[in-house]
């Protein structure tokens, strides 16, 4: 979304000293993509991918900064996030992670201009129900994001018929999604091999922290098997509330969602009514989950 970040640039001299560096790492304005637009410029996953895992970390380090005695005990980020979980727990340097990240988005975007692809979110269909629509369509499960939404992804022509049909199974909804391509699909596959060749040249650290990842719901392991789970991550579905469920088992209560929107409490609020849910994207809720985690 434009805007992204810019309050906090612009109230806070680290979250600007961050942002000045990212620019110098990547060699563009990146920052004022994410601050002024235009959308179509934002929009363009090459862009998007990097600011979205910029705000995120930005948002991490005021955190720190505003609750000096914050520790965690595990991440977890969905899609491009798991790059900003793996950064935090210190597994690539945040450089490498942005570099990465903008690269990932690059590959995705010549997938996407390569291939006819869309997404559609089901709504209010149970996980066999929408496996069924996929298996029917040719399609395939993107994103299981929490009770009752996922989202399935795949040529653009089979994404009618998809809905159609998930609606005649029971479905609430099916809304086809504004997005560029058909990611967490087979439609992906070209970026694999460049991302592969990309994270080849990364030093990667075993994590501080444990990990989820998207691809296996369970923690990631040792740094060459890490490089495989995020290549293999670009066509896999993206199991979130497996992900989430495994850390509530686990006896985790309190998750802190870091960067632009709030999806991702949305989604946590229907895995877990027990869970405490905060969220730092700008200057209010930094302010409100530092106060949280105070009392």
Not at 149 to 170: N, R, T
Not at 225 to 242: A, D, K, N, Y
Request: with cysteine; charged share 20%; proline share 5%.
């Amino acid at each position: 979304m434009v805007g992204m970040g810019k309050d906090l640039a612009e109230h806070s001299p680290t979250a600007k000293a961050w942002f000045d560096l990212a620019n110098a790492a990547l060699g563009y304005d990146l920052a004022s993509i994410c601050f002024n637009g235009p959308e179509a410029e934002l929009t363009n996953t090459e862009h998007a991918q990097p600011g979205i895992f910029l705000v995120s970390w930005v948002a991490f380090e005021l955190l720190k900064e505003r609750a000096p005695a914050l520790t965690f005990e595990a991440t977890a980020g969905l899609s491009l996030g798991e790059f900003t979980a793996l950064t935090v727990a210190g597994v690539m340097s945040f450089e490498d992670g942005l570099k990465v990240v903008r690269q990932r988005g690059r590959f995705m975007q010549q997938a996407c201009a390569a291939t006819e692809g869309g997404m559609a979110a089901i709504i209010g269909l149970s996980e066999t129900a929408t496996r069924e629509v996929c298996t029917e369509t040719g399609l395939a499960l993107a994103n299981l994001n929490c009770p009752g939404q996922i989202v399935i992804s795949g040529p653009s022509e089979k994404m009618a018929p998809a809905c159609a049909l998930a609606k005649a199974k029971g479905a609430m909804r099916a809304v086809p999604l504004t997005v560029a391509g058909a990611y967490h699909s087979p439609l992906m596959a070209s970026a694999q091999a460049k991302l592969e060749a990309e994270l080849a040249c990364v030093p990667i650290n075993p994590p501080l922290v444990p990990v989820i990842a998207n691809v296996t719901a369970q923690p990631h392991g040792e740094p060459g098997t890490i490089r495989t789970r995020l290549v293999e991550q670009v066509t896999s579905s993206v199991r979130w509330e497996e992900s989430m469920r495994y850390l509530v088992e686990r006896g985790f209560t309190r998750f802190i969602e870091l960067g632009p929107g709030r999806a991702l409490s949305g989604f946590m609020k229907r895995i877990s009514k027990n869970a405490q849910i905060l969220n730092v994207e700008d200057l209010s809720s930094l302010e409100a989950t530092a106060k949280a985690l105070a009392v």
